[in-house]
Protein backbone atom coordinates (compact mmCIF):
# COMPACT_ATOMS: atom_id res chain seq x y z
CA UNK A 1 0.00 0.00 0.00
CA UNK A 2 1.34 3.53 -0.83
CA UNK A 3 2.38 5.95 2.06
CA UNK A 4 -0.64 8.11 3.09
CA UNK A 5 1.46 10.87 4.66
CA UNK A 6 4.76 11.99 5.50
CA UNK A 7 4.35 10.19 9.09
CA UNK A 8 3.91 7.24 7.56
CA UNK A 9 6.93 7.59 5.62
CA UNK A 10 9.05 8.84 8.38
CA UNK A 11 8.23 5.66 10.82
CA UNK A 12 9.27 3.44 7.68
CA UNK A 13 12.74 5.30 7.53
CA UNK A 14 12.61 4.49 11.33
CA UNK A 15 12.29 0.82 11.21
CA UNK A 16 14.92 0.44 8.53
CA UNK A 17 16.89 2.81 10.37
CA UNK A 18 17.40 5.67 8.46
CA UNK A 19 16.33 7.98 9.97
CA UNK A 20 18.26 10.04 13.19
CA UNK A 21 16.17 12.28 15.85
CA UNK A 22 18.15 15.27 16.98
CA UNK A 23 17.02 16.10 20.55
CA UNK A 24 19.69 18.50 21.31
CA UNK A 25 18.47 22.35 20.98
CA UNK A 26 19.52 23.39 17.33
CA UNK A 27 19.26 26.45 15.86
CA UNK A 28 16.76 27.09 12.67
CA UNK A 29 19.21 29.95 11.50
CA UNK A 30 22.00 28.46 10.13
CA UNK A 31 23.00 25.28 12.13
CA UNK A 32 20.07 23.41 10.81
CA UNK A 33 21.09 23.94 7.27
CA UNK A 34 24.82 23.09 7.91
CA UNK A 35 23.83 19.80 9.65
CA UNK A 36 21.65 19.17 7.10
CA UNK A 37 24.34 19.65 4.15
CA UNK A 38 26.87 17.65 5.71
CA UNK A 39 24.27 14.90 5.77
CA UNK A 40 23.15 15.42 2.30
CA UNK A 41 26.86 15.79 0.80
CA UNK A 42 27.40 12.02 2.15
CA UNK A 43 23.99 10.72 1.58
CA UNK A 44 23.16 10.59 5.04
CA UNK A 45 20.47 9.46 7.11
CA UNK A 46 16.93 11.76 7.43
CA UNK A 47 16.56 13.62 10.70
CA UNK A 48 13.68 14.60 12.61
CA UNK A 49 15.28 17.76 14.98
CA UNK A 50 12.79 17.28 18.23
CA UNK A 51 13.77 20.65 19.22
CA UNK A 52 14.14 23.55 17.38
CA UNK A 53 15.19 27.07 19.57
CA UNK A 54 11.93 29.19 20.06
CA UNK A 55 9.35 26.66 17.53
CA UNK A 56 7.46 24.44 18.79
CA UNK A 57 7.22 21.98 15.71
CA UNK A 58 9.74 18.99 14.83
CA UNK A 59 11.45 19.74 11.22
CA UNK A 60 12.59 16.76 8.90
CA UNK A 61 15.03 17.37 6.92
CA UNK A 62 16.72 15.14 4.17
CA UNK A 63 13.95 12.94 3.74
CA UNK A 64 14.86 11.63 0.25
CA UNK A 65 18.84 12.34 0.34
CA UNK A 66 19.65 8.81 -1.66
CA UNK A 67 18.50 6.89 -4.54
CA UNK A 68 17.62 4.26 -1.62
CA UNK A 69 15.33 6.28 0.12
CA UNK A 70 13.59 7.63 -3.16
CA UNK A 71 12.87 3.94 -3.83
CA UNK A 72 11.12 3.41 -0.69
CA UNK A 73 9.63 6.77 -0.77
CA UNK A 74 7.33 5.84 -4.31
CA UNK A 75 7.51 2.09 -3.74
CA UNK A 76 9.59 1.00 -6.62
CA UNK A 77 12.98 0.14 -8.18
CA UNK A 78 12.41 0.99 -11.54
CA UNK A 79 11.32 4.80 -12.03
CA UNK A 80 10.81 4.14 -15.68
CA UNK A 81 7.30 2.53 -14.79
CA UNK A 82 6.13 6.00 -14.17
CA UNK A 83 6.16 7.61 -17.77
CA UNK A 84 5.09 3.84 -18.95
CA UNK A 85 2.41 4.03 -17.18
CA UNK A 86 1.29 7.41 -18.70
CA UNK A 87 2.14 6.60 -21.84
CA UNK A 88 0.35 3.01 -21.32
CA UNK A 89 -3.08 5.12 -20.82
CA UNK A 90 -2.53 7.31 -23.81
CA UNK A 91 -2.14 4.71 -26.02
CA UNK A 92 -5.87 3.85 -27.49
CA UNK A 93 -6.65 1.23 -29.67
CA UNK A 94 -9.75 2.15 -32.08
CA UNK A 95 -12.29 -0.54 -30.84
CA UNK A 96 -13.52 -2.31 -33.95
CA UNK A 97 -15.90 -5.01 -31.89
CA UNK A 98 -17.57 -5.37 -28.36
CA UNK A 99 -14.92 -7.74 -27.67
CA UNK A 100 -12.53 -4.88 -28.15
CA UNK A 101 -14.54 -2.43 -26.01
CA UNK A 102 -14.34 -4.43 -23.48
CA UNK A 103 -10.82 -4.86 -23.49
CA UNK A 104 -10.77 -1.28 -22.90
CA UNK A 105 -12.69 -1.06 -19.60
CA UNK A 106 -9.67 -2.25 -17.51
CA UNK A 107 -8.04 0.84 -18.77
CA UNK A 108 -11.04 3.22 -17.92
CA UNK A 109 -11.38 1.57 -14.52
CA UNK A 110 -7.12 2.25 -14.23
CA UNK A 111 -7.81 5.75 -14.54
CA UNK A 112 -10.42 5.97 -11.79
CA UNK A 113 -8.38 3.76 -9.64
CA UNK A 114 -5.45 6.68 -9.78
CA UNK A 115 -7.69 9.63 -9.54
CA UNK A 116 -7.93 11.36 -6.12
CA UNK A 117 -11.28 11.41 -4.40
CA UNK A 118 -12.53 14.17 -1.95
CA UNK A 119 -13.69 13.56 1.40
CA UNK A 120 -15.00 15.28 4.27
CA UNK A 121 -12.17 15.14 6.63
CA UNK A 122 -8.39 14.45 7.26
CA UNK A 123 -6.24 14.48 10.00
CA UNK A 124 -4.90 18.33 8.58
CA UNK A 125 -8.02 19.58 9.85
CA UNK A 126 -6.98 18.77 13.14
CA UNK A 127 -6.00 22.56 13.98
CA UNK A 128 -7.84 24.94 11.84
CA UNK A 129 -7.69 28.87 12.16
CA UNK A 130 -4.71 30.37 13.93
CA UNK A 131 -2.68 31.68 10.97
CA UNK A 132 1.13 32.95 11.52
CA UNK A 133 3.93 32.26 8.99
CA UNK A 134 6.38 33.12 12.08
CA UNK A 135 5.35 29.98 14.21
CA UNK A 136 6.88 27.74 11.20
CA UNK A 137 10.73 26.94 11.63
CA UNK A 138 11.34 27.97 8.55
CA UNK A 139 15.82 27.68 8.02
CA UNK A 140 17.87 30.62 6.99
CA UNK A 141 20.52 28.11 5.43
CA UNK A 142 23.34 30.43 4.16
CA UNK A 143 24.98 33.62 5.56
CA UNK A 144 24.10 35.47 3.21
CA UNK A 145 20.41 34.92 2.50
CA UNK A 146 17.43 37.59 2.98
CA UNK A 147 15.87 36.13 5.68
CA UNK A 148 14.17 32.94 6.64
CA UNK A 149 12.46 30.69 3.43
CA UNK A 150 9.78 27.95 3.51
CA UNK A 151 12.25 25.27 1.03
CA UNK A 152 9.55 22.31 0.41
CA UNK A 153 6.39 24.36 0.26
CA UNK A 154 4.08 22.72 -2.32
CA UNK A 155 2.52 25.47 -3.85
CA UNK A 156 -1.16 24.72 -5.24
CA UNK A 157 -2.96 26.94 -7.85
CA UNK A 158 -5.67 25.89 -10.36
CA UNK A 159 -5.47 26.99 -14.20
CA UNK A 160 -7.92 29.70 -14.29
CA UNK A 161 -9.44 28.88 -17.56
CA UNK A 162 -9.71 24.70 -16.95
CA UNK A 163 -9.33 24.42 -14.12
CA UNK A 164 -6.41 21.76 -13.96
CA UNK A 165 -4.36 21.80 -10.58
CA UNK A 166 -0.66 22.57 -10.63
CA UNK A 167 1.56 21.92 -7.38
CA UNK A 168 5.21 23.19 -7.67
CA UNK A 169 7.83 23.44 -5.07
CA UNK A 170 8.97 27.25 -5.16
CA UNK A 171 10.59 28.96 -2.36
CA UNK A 172 8.90 31.64 -0.48
CA UNK A 173 10.66 34.67 1.58
CA UNK A 174 8.97 34.81 4.64
CA UNK A 175 8.34 38.60 5.39
CA UNK A 176 5.93 38.45 8.34
CA UNK A 177 2.95 37.06 10.33
CA UNK A 178 1.00 37.06 7.45
CA UNK A 179 3.09 37.57 4.28
CA UNK A 180 6.10 35.70 1.85
CA UNK A 181 7.48 36.39 -1.12
CA UNK A 182 6.70 33.62 -3.60
CA UNK A 183 9.61 32.58 -5.82
CA UNK A 184 7.62 31.23 -8.70
CA UNK A 185 9.92 30.90 -12.10
CA UNK A 186 8.27 32.61 -14.93
CA UNK A 187 8.49 29.64 -16.74
CA UNK A 188 6.68 27.70 -14.11
CA UNK A 189 3.31 27.02 -14.08
CA UNK A 190 2.30 28.69 -10.81
CA UNK A 191 3.80 31.82 -12.47
CA UNK A 192 1.76 31.44 -15.40
CA UNK A 193 -1.42 30.57 -13.56
CA UNK A 194 -0.83 33.95 -12.03
CA UNK A 195 -0.04 35.72 -15.35
CA UNK A 196 -3.70 34.94 -16.41
CA UNK A 197 -5.31 36.33 -13.08
CA UNK A 198 -2.42 39.58 -13.16
CA UNK A 199 -4.47 40.45 -16.58
CA UNK A 200 -7.76 40.71 -14.74
CA UNK A 201 -5.53 42.76 -12.12
CA UNK A 202 -7.06 39.41 -9.94
CA UNK A 203 -5.60 37.57 -7.61
CA UNK A 204 -4.99 33.92 -7.03
CA UNK A 205 -5.65 31.80 -4.67
CA UNK A 206 -2.77 29.76 -3.23
CA UNK A 207 -2.31 26.69 -0.71
CA UNK A 208 0.71 25.77 0.02
CA UNK A 209 1.04 21.90 1.14
CA UNK A 210 4.23 21.45 3.48
CA UNK A 211 4.82 17.60 4.42
CA UNK A 212 2.57 15.38 2.34
CA UNK A 213 2.83 11.66 0.92
CA UNK A 214 6.25 11.18 -1.08
CA UNK A 215 4.18 11.30 -4.02
CA UNK A 216 2.93 14.28 -4.09
CA UNK A 217 6.15 15.89 -3.05
CA UNK A 218 7.17 14.08 -5.99
CA UNK A 219 4.30 15.42 -8.43
CA UNK A 220 5.27 18.75 -7.37
CA UNK A 221 9.06 18.70 -8.41
CA UNK A 222 7.64 16.84 -11.98
CA UNK A 223 7.67 19.09 -14.90
CA UNK A 224 4.45 16.94 -16.26
CA UNK A 225 2.76 17.59 -19.62
CA UNK A 226 0.65 20.39 -19.75
CA UNK A 227 -2.72 19.43 -19.32
CA UNK A 228 -2.09 16.83 -16.68
CA UNK A 229 -3.55 17.83 -12.82
CA UNK A 230 -0.45 17.03 -10.82
CA UNK A 231 -3.23 14.90 -7.96
CA UNK A 232 -3.80 12.78 -10.72
CA UNK A 233 -0.29 12.53 -11.46
CA UNK A 234 0.56 11.59 -7.87
CA UNK A 235 -1.89 8.82 -8.39
CA UNK A 236 -0.60 7.82 -11.98
CA UNK A 237 2.86 7.24 -8.98
CA UNK A 238 1.39 5.75 -6.35
CA UNK A 239 -1.23 3.60 -8.40
CA UNK A 240 -3.49 5.10 -6.14
CA UNK A 241 -6.18 8.17 -5.91
CA UNK A 242 -5.34 10.86 -3.35
CA UNK A 243 -7.27 11.83 -1.09
CA UNK A 244 -8.57 15.20 -0.61
CA UNK A 245 -9.78 17.65 1.51
CA UNK A 246 -11.37 21.07 0.63
CA UNK A 247 -9.70 24.15 1.97
CA UNK A 248 -11.52 26.69 3.93
CA UNK A 249 -10.81 29.56 2.69
CA UNK A 250 -9.95 28.98 -0.57
CA UNK A 251 -11.67 27.09 -3.92
CA UNK A 252 -9.19 24.65 -3.86
CA UNK A 253 -8.40 20.70 -2.33
CA UNK A 254 -5.47 19.65 -0.49
CA UNK A 255 -3.99 16.12 1.00
CA UNK A 256 -6.34 14.71 3.92
CA UNK A 257 -3.13 13.75 5.98
CA UNK A 258 -0.60 16.75 5.16
CA UNK A 259 1.36 18.32 7.98
CA UNK A 260 0.67 21.64 7.41
CA UNK A 261 -1.42 23.85 4.87
CA UNK A 262 -1.35 27.54 4.35
CA UNK A 263 -4.28 29.30 3.03
CA UNK A 264 -4.01 33.02 0.70
CA UNK A 265 -3.55 34.49 -2.33
CA UNK A 266 -0.68 36.06 -4.35
CA UNK A 267 -1.77 39.39 -5.28
CA UNK A 268 -0.17 41.21 -8.59
CA UNK A 269 -0.19 44.72 -7.05
CA UNK A 270 2.15 43.78 -3.78
CA UNK A 271 5.42 42.57 -5.51
CA UNK A 272 8.77 43.00 -3.60
CA UNK A 273 12.06 42.13 -3.97
CA UNK A 274 13.13 38.65 -3.24
CA UNK A 275 16.66 37.35 -2.52
CA UNK A 276 19.95 36.87 -2.14
CA UNK A 277 19.04 32.77 -1.83
CA UNK A 278 21.99 30.38 -1.80
CA UNK A 279 20.84 28.26 -4.59
CA UNK A 280 20.53 24.68 -6.67
CA UNK A 281 23.86 25.63 -8.41
CA UNK A 282 25.82 26.49 -5.59
CA UNK A 283 25.57 30.47 -5.91
CA UNK A 284 23.54 33.76 -4.17
CA UNK A 285 20.71 33.78 -6.78
CA UNK A 286 20.61 38.04 -6.66
CA UNK A 287 17.59 39.76 -5.25
CA UNK A 288 14.83 39.84 -8.35
CA UNK A 289 11.24 41.07 -8.02
CA UNK A 290 8.21 38.81 -7.22
CA UNK A 291 4.86 38.85 -6.14
CA UNK A 292 3.39 38.18 -2.20
CA UNK A 293 1.44 35.14 -0.83
CA UNK A 294 -1.26 37.06 1.34
CA UNK A 295 -2.03 34.55 4.23
CA UNK A 296 -5.40 34.17 5.62
CA UNK A 297 -5.79 30.47 7.57
CA UNK A 298 -3.76 27.85 8.25
CA UNK A 299 -5.19 23.70 8.92
CA UNK A 300 -2.34 21.37 10.68
CA UNK A 301 -2.49 18.12 12.56
CA UNK A 302 -1.59 17.83 16.01
CA UNK A 303 1.61 18.51 16.76
CA UNK A 304 2.93 19.21 12.85
CA UNK A 305 6.10 18.28 11.59
CA UNK A 306 7.47 21.04 9.28
CA UNK A 307 9.68 19.71 6.38
CA UNK A 308 12.57 20.93 4.88
CA UNK A 309 15.29 20.49 2.19
CA UNK A 310 18.60 22.68 1.85
CA UNK A 311 20.10 23.67 -1.60
CA UNK A 312 23.82 24.81 -2.85
CA UNK A 313 26.18 23.40 -4.77
CA UNK A 314 25.45 19.75 -6.65
CA UNK A 315 25.68 17.43 -5.33
CA UNK A 316 22.51 17.68 -2.77
CA UNK A 317 19.17 16.00 -1.95
CA UNK A 318 17.49 17.77 -4.78
CA UNK A 319 19.74 15.35 -7.05
CA UNK A 320 17.59 12.48 -5.93
CA UNK A 321 14.30 13.35 -7.00
CA UNK A 322 16.01 14.61 -10.11
CA UNK A 323 17.75 11.35 -10.68
CA UNK A 324 13.68 10.09 -10.77
CA UNK A 325 12.74 12.79 -12.99
CA UNK A 326 15.21 11.54 -15.20
CA UNK A 327 14.20 8.22 -15.53
CA UNK A 328 10.79 8.56 -15.29
CA UNK A 329 9.97 10.84 -18.02
CA UNK A 330 12.34 9.12 -20.48
CA UNK A 331 9.35 6.74 -21.87
CA UNK A 332 7.79 10.74 -22.31
CA UNK A 333 10.69 11.56 -24.21
CA UNK A 334 10.49 8.41 -26.43
CA UNK A 335 6.97 9.19 -27.16
CA UNK A 336 7.88 12.49 -28.86
CA UNK A 337 11.49 10.93 -30.21
CA UNK A 338 11.49 7.10 -30.76
CA UNK A 339 14.63 7.25 -31.94
CA UNK A 340 16.31 8.43 -28.37
CA UNK A 341 17.32 5.77 -26.21
CA UNK A 342 18.41 6.51 -23.23
CA UNK A 343 18.23 10.42 -21.57
CA UNK A 344 20.60 11.66 -18.18
CA UNK A 345 20.71 15.00 -16.81
CA UNK A 346 23.93 14.64 -14.78
CA UNK A 347 23.29 15.92 -11.26
CA UNK A 348 26.31 17.99 -10.97
CA UNK A 349 24.71 19.91 -13.95
CA UNK A 350 22.10 20.86 -11.99
CA UNK A 351 19.74 19.30 -14.49
CA UNK A 352 19.28 22.61 -16.07
CA UNK A 353 22.69 22.59 -16.77
CA UNK A 354 23.05 19.68 -19.20
CA UNK A 355 21.95 16.67 -20.89
CA UNK A 356 22.62 13.64 -22.58
CA UNK A 357 20.99 11.84 -25.02
CA UNK A 358 21.72 8.93 -26.66
CA UNK A 359 20.14 8.22 -30.29
CA UNK A 360 19.65 5.12 -32.57
CA UNK A 361 20.75 7.35 -35.95
CA UNK A 362 18.82 6.27 -38.94
CA UNK A 363 19.34 9.62 -41.16
CA UNK A 364 21.48 12.26 -41.55
CA UNK A 365 21.06 15.70 -39.44
CA UNK A 366 18.99 13.44 -36.72
CA UNK A 367 20.86 14.79 -33.28
CA UNK A 368 19.87 18.34 -34.44
CA UNK A 369 16.29 17.05 -34.63
CA UNK A 370 16.63 15.92 -31.26
CA UNK A 371 18.29 18.71 -29.78
CA UNK A 372 15.68 21.17 -31.27
CA UNK A 373 12.87 19.07 -30.70
CA UNK A 374 13.90 18.89 -26.81
CA UNK A 375 14.55 22.69 -26.57
CA UNK A 376 10.93 22.64 -27.60
CA UNK A 377 9.59 20.42 -24.90
CA UNK A 378 8.05 21.81 -21.42
CA UNK A 379 10.63 22.65 -19.19
CA UNK A 380 13.66 20.73 -21.31
CA UNK A 381 13.50 24.26 -23.08
CA UNK A 382 15.52 25.47 -20.23
CA UNK A 383 18.12 22.73 -20.85
CA UNK A 384 21.80 25.28 -21.49
CA UNK A 385 23.94 22.19 -23.27
CA UNK A 386 22.09 19.12 -24.99
CA UNK A 387 24.77 16.32 -25.78
CA UNK A 388 23.85 13.95 -28.69
CA UNK A 389 25.57 10.70 -28.83
CA UNK A 390 24.89 7.26 -30.91
CA UNK A 391 23.25 4.37 -28.60
CA UNK A 392 26.98 2.64 -28.43
CA UNK A 393 27.73 5.02 -25.61
CA UNK A 394 27.14 4.68 -21.90
CA UNK A 395 25.27 8.06 -21.41
CA UNK A 396 25.63 7.79 -17.63
CA UNK A 397 29.79 7.18 -17.72
CA UNK A 398 31.08 10.56 -18.47
CA UNK A 399 34.42 8.94 -19.75
CA UNK A 400 32.21 7.31 -22.59
CA UNK A 401 30.59 10.42 -23.09
CA UNK A 402 33.98 12.59 -23.04
CA UNK A 403 35.59 9.49 -25.87
CA UNK A 404 32.62 10.16 -27.83
CA UNK A 405 32.69 14.18 -28.02
CA UNK A 406 36.72 13.70 -28.47
CA UNK A 407 36.59 10.80 -31.45
CA UNK A 408 33.30 12.04 -33.31
CA UNK A 409 32.90 15.58 -33.32
CA UNK A 410 34.61 18.51 -35.06
CA UNK A 411 33.73 21.79 -33.74
CA UNK A 412 33.02 24.20 -36.94
CA UNK A 413 30.44 20.85 -37.87
CA UNK A 414 28.72 19.22 -35.02
CA UNK A 415 28.31 22.13 -32.74
CA UNK A 416 25.10 24.45 -32.65
CA UNK A 417 24.64 27.80 -30.88
CA UNK A 418 21.32 29.34 -30.37
CA UNK A 419 21.87 32.95 -29.18
CA UNK A 420 18.72 34.64 -27.47
CA UNK A 421 16.93 31.52 -26.12
CA UNK A 422 15.00 30.96 -22.78
CA UNK A 423 17.11 30.23 -20.25
CA UNK A 424 16.41 29.14 -16.43
CA UNK A 425 16.04 31.86 -14.09
CA UNK A 426 19.02 30.79 -12.05
CA UNK A 427 21.67 30.12 -14.93
CA UNK A 428 24.99 32.24 -12.89
CA UNK A 429 26.44 32.42 -16.66
CA UNK A 430 23.55 34.03 -18.58
CA UNK A 431 24.04 36.89 -19.71
CA UNK A 432 20.90 38.46 -18.91
CA UNK A 433 17.66 37.06 -16.83
CA UNK A 434 16.28 34.37 -18.01
CA UNK A 435 17.81 34.48 -21.57
CA UNK A 436 21.00 33.42 -23.14
CA UNK A 437 22.73 30.96 -25.85
CA UNK A 438 22.32 27.18 -25.79
CA UNK A 439 24.96 24.76 -27.31
CA UNK A 440 24.12 21.35 -28.71
CA UNK A 441 27.13 19.02 -29.39
CA UNK A 442 26.24 16.74 -31.78
CA UNK A 443 28.74 13.67 -30.83
CA UNK A 444 27.34 11.53 -33.06
CA UNK A 445 29.41 9.35 -35.80
CA UNK A 446 28.95 11.46 -39.06
CA UNK A 447 28.56 9.93 -42.45
CA UNK A 448 29.45 10.75 -46.12
CA UNK A 449 25.76 12.59 -46.31
CA UNK A 450 26.52 14.91 -42.92
CA UNK A 451 29.70 16.13 -44.94
CA UNK A 452 32.46 13.49 -43.61
CA UNK A 453 33.64 12.64 -46.57
CA UNK A 454 36.72 10.54 -45.21
CA UNK A 455 35.99 7.04 -44.79
CA UNK A 456 35.13 6.33 -41.71
CA UNK A 457 37.70 4.47 -39.36
CA UNK A 458 37.12 1.18 -38.01
CA UNK A 459 36.61 1.09 -34.10
CA UNK A 460 39.47 -1.33 -32.62
CA UNK A 461 37.21 -4.54 -31.27
CA UNK A 462 38.16 -7.64 -30.19
CA UNK A 463 37.37 -10.79 -32.50
CA UNK A 464 34.93 -13.56 -31.14
CA UNK A 465 38.10 -16.12 -31.65
CA UNK A 466 40.09 -14.45 -29.41
CA UNK A 467 37.66 -13.24 -26.84
CA UNK A 468 36.37 -16.97 -26.63
CA UNK A 469 40.31 -18.22 -26.28
CA UNK A 470 41.00 -16.07 -23.86
CA UNK A 471 37.34 -16.04 -21.37
CA UNK A 472 38.11 -20.03 -21.57
CA UNK A 473 41.38 -19.64 -20.31
CA UNK A 474 41.17 -16.86 -18.26
CA UNK A 475 41.40 -18.90 -14.69
CA UNK A 476 44.23 -20.87 -16.36
CA UNK A 477 46.48 -17.25 -16.03
CA UNK A 478 45.71 -17.04 -12.14
CA UNK A 479 45.35 -13.29 -12.41
CA UNK A 480 42.60 -12.41 -10.28
C1 LIG B 1 13.88 21.98 -3.31
C2 LIG B 1 13.37 22.62 -4.56
C3 LIG B 1 13.18 23.99 -4.61
C4 LIG B 1 12.70 24.60 -5.76
N1 LIG B 1 12.50 25.96 -5.77
C5 LIG B 1 11.97 26.56 -6.85
C6 LIG B 1 11.68 27.93 -6.84
O1 LIG B 1 11.93 28.63 -5.86
N2 LIG B 1 11.12 28.49 -7.95
C7 LIG B 1 10.82 27.74 -9.06
O2 LIG B 1 10.27 28.29 -10.02
N3 LIG B 1 11.10 26.41 -9.12
C8 LIG B 1 11.66 25.81 -8.03
N4 LIG B 1 11.91 24.46 -8.05
C9 LIG B 1 11.65 23.69 -9.29
C10 LIG B 1 10.16 23.41 -9.50
O3 LIG B 1 9.57 22.84 -8.37
C11 LIG B 1 9.98 22.49 -10.70
O4 LIG B 1 10.46 23.16 -11.84
C12 LIG B 1 8.58 21.98 -10.89
O5 LIG B 1 8.51 21.18 -12.06
C13 LIG B 1 7.54 23.06 -10.92
O6 LIG B 1 7.23 23.47 -12.19
P1 LIG B 1 5.72 23.45 -12.69
O7 LIG B 1 4.93 24.06 -11.60
O8 LIG B 1 5.76 24.28 -13.92
O9 LIG B 1 5.37 22.01 -12.89
C14 LIG B 1 12.39 23.82 -6.91
C15 LIG B 1 12.59 22.43 -6.86
C16 LIG B 1 13.08 21.83 -5.71
C17 LIG B 1 13.28 20.35 -5.68
Redesign the pocket.
Known sequence: MPFESIREYIDRLEDIGQLRHVKSKVSSDLEIGEILRRLVYKQGPSVLFENVDNYKMKVLGNAFGSIKRMEIALEMKRFEEIGERIVGLTRMEIPTSMIDKIKMLPKLSEITEYAPKTVNKGTVMENIGKANLLDLPALRSWPNDAGRFI??GL?LTKHPENNVR??????MQIIDEKKAIM???I??????HYLMKKEKNEKIEVGVIIGADPATIFA?????PEGLD?YLFAGIVRKKGLRLVKCNTIDLEVPADAEIVLEGYVDPNDIRIEGPFGD?TGYYTPPEPYPTFHLNSIMHRDDPIYHT?V?GKPIV??AY??KVIERSFLPLIQMFHPEVIDFAMPAAGWFQGLAIVSIKKIYAGQAKKVMLGLWGLG?LSLTKIIIVVDHDINIHDMNDVIWAITTRVDARRDIIIIDNAPTD?LDPASPLLNLGSKLGIDATQKWKEEGYEREPQELSVVDNVTKELVDRRWKEYNLE
Open positions: TFVNLGVYRHWQHKRGAQAVAPVKHTVEDIGQT
